[in-house]
């Protein structure tokens, strides 16, 4: 739910997060700063607040306040609007992780997503990332001042005592005078929190924000909780603004397991997923550190046994790795499958084996295969223990010598020779299984009738002489041609509904009627006006967004009707 954003206030233009410094006579904002002042001190592009209802005299200048006194939660303030939204009496809430993360989805489900939101006293610079990664756009300085006044020294991974510091751990220009004092720890705290805040912002930019507060919320236990509470309790509404396709990460955390687009992927398997027709026999390798993982060492001498077994075409890889579960072969490009690092000790926590298991028998029960074959290393007891019928060719050492002579073997004694023609076919399976993961049921009717062409890892889905998608190695997924989006159109799947025109340029806010529930930011859509496919693109903003939004760029357009003369 993390943004970047233009708040304007007076013509004024400051990009979010950012910190709204207080600016009094004993604590003056920062030169040039963001300012949050009483609405009758208040200057230019300044956040005003509106006099306390126990105030001795209120002005004309309240009417314009940005903020109503209820916004700290004062019990006896009368709760009018505001211009932010925020969630009154947040410091106590936070420290009440239920009533906390209720919040948050409350205050970004509905009218108020899009409006800047204001998050007082508790903006510390540890907490930064995992507040903005909740939606917060803008955060005051209160904590940083009284941090200051009980000598409390910020850091981006928690609070020190100030006086027992004897080597200071930053080069701010406060740190670097050579003296301590109130002022040059009050000066500190505002460089850790600006410079927090910077990079937070970097990696929103980058989609990489739920690393550096997976990193972050170790500085406190409560920060943990929360961040797990978000995930576990309010995951439809992470998921719903999680792009389908991010950057690298690092998945070496606890809360990896429970990351949105980690939850996505093992849900999709489960809810969306079929197994190649033509794959009748499963075969269960390990995870590679490479990614793709089919241009490991390991994964090559794997398929090379496949090979040369000359069963290639009837057997279904699947890759058993934390913290994805399983990733079927035919979609190891698709995100995030090959874009997680994991640490790797040999040793599965409970729940990673917990999680693994469950797939398993999910795959095993649901995917109907006439033979299971174990080829696993450090996996091996943990998927073992769940698997009833099976043959285990690796002996517990899947890249060893006699373990793929075996496994070649085994594959030749139990299976029939494949013919040459079987190939062709199981391209088009293996496409099939990959557009269903991506569309639905949707999107395997884009493989009806159709054929694949080109080489691994870019591939076209022809129909009739008529290219319908391609499958390149920078996406990991189908991008949609006009005859692709006319396809998904008339099952009403992953549509963009707009007024009677043909785009000119990409897709703003403007002229959308609806958008299909299922969209995410990233995906490949169809924008249509009854029924009638007019453009297809990428998905830049959620189908909640493009309800509200009254301007911004909805769809990214990659190809458009052309324009009759």
């Known amino acids: 739910m993390a943004r970047i954003g233009s708040l304007e206030i007076d013509g004024n233009i400051v990009r979010t997060p950012a910190i709204a410094f207080v600016n009094t006579e004993r604590y003056p904002a920062p030169h040039g700063a963001l300012r949050v002042t009483s609405s009758l001190r208040a200057g230019k592009g300044d956040i005003r607040i509106a006099a306390s209802e126990f105030s001795p005299s209120k002005s004309s200048a309240d009417n314009r306040a940005h903020l109503k006194p209820g916004y700290r939660g004062a019990p006896y303030a009368e709760q009018v609007p505001s211009d932010f939204a925020y969630i009154p009496n ?123 507060v997976e990193a972050r919320v170790r500085a406190e236990p409560w920060l943990v909780q929360n961040l797990r509470l978000m995930d576990l309790d309010h995951y439809d509404l992470l998921e719903l603004h999680t792009p389908i396709k991010g950057p690298r990460f690092h998945a070496g955390s606890k809360e990896s397991l429970s990351r949105p687009d980690v939850v996505r992927w093992r849900r999709r398997l489960e809810e969306r997923y079929h197994r190649p027709k033509a794959a009748r026999v499963l075969l269960l390798i390990p995870c590679s550190a490479k990614k793709p993982y089919s241009l490991s060492r390991s994964h090559m001498r794997f398929r090379e046994a496949l090979w040369r077994s000359g069963r290639a075409p009837i057997v279904h890889e699947v890759i058993v790795t934390s913290p994805l579960g399983l990733v079927p072969r035919e979609l190891e490009m698709f995100y995030p499958a090959k874009d997680y690092d994991i640490p790797v000790t040999g040793h599965w926590d409970s729940d990673e084996r917990k999680m693994v ?123 949609l041609t006009l005859d692709g989006g006319a396809i998904l159109a008339r099952s009403g799947a992953y549509c963009v509904e707009i007024e009677d025109f043909i785009p000119k340029g990409n897709l703003f806010v403007v002229g959308i009627e609806k958008a299909g529930p299922e969209i995410r930011i990233g995906d490949d859509v169809a924008i249509v006006h009854k029924g009638d496919t007019r453009a297809v693109g990428v998905a830049k903003m959620t189908p909640a967004e493009m309800a509200l939004a009254e301007r911004g760029e909805a769809v990214h357009i990659r190809h458009v009707l052309p324009v009759q003369p």
């Open 357 to 479: 298991e469950d797939m398993v028998g999910w795959l095993v029960s649901t995917q109907k295969y006439d033979l299971v074959i174990s080829h696993l290393g450090d996996e091996r007891e943990p998927v073992n223990s769940v698997l009833s019928d099976f043959i285990d060719t690796s002996g517990g050492n899947p890249g060893a010598r006699d373990s793929l002579d075996r496994l070649e073997k085994t594959l030749r004694e139990q299976l029939p020779e494949t013919k040459d023609r079987a190939k062709g076919q199981r391209d088009l399976d293996d496409m099939r299984s990959l557009c269903g993961y991506q569309f639905g049921e949707a999107g395997e009717k884009l493989c009806e009738g159709a054929r694949i062409a080109g080489r691994w890892p870019n591939l076209k889905i022809m129909n009739q002489g008529t290219q319908v998608g391609m499958v390149t190695a920078d996406r990991g997924m189908v991008s």
């Open 90 to 212: 947040i410091a106590e809430s936070m420290l009440d992780s239920d009533r906390f993360v209720a919040n948050i989805a409350k205050m970004k489900t509905g009218e108020d997503l899009l409006r800047p939101s204001y998050c007082s006293v508790v903006g510390t610079p540890s907490r930064l990332a995992f507040l903005a990664y909740c939606g917060m756009d803008v955060f005051d300085s209160i904590p940083l001042i009284m941090s200051a006044e009980n000598g409390w020294y910020l850091t981006a991974t928690g609070a020190l005592v100030y006086d027992q510091i004897e080597e200071l751990p930053c080069s701010c220009p406060a740190c670097s005078k050579g003296r301590k004092g109130r002022d040059e720890l009050l000066q500190h705290n505002y460089h850790a929190a600006t410079d927090e805040l910077k990079l937070v912002r970097h990696s929103i930019s980058e989609g990489s924000l739920r690393g550096l």
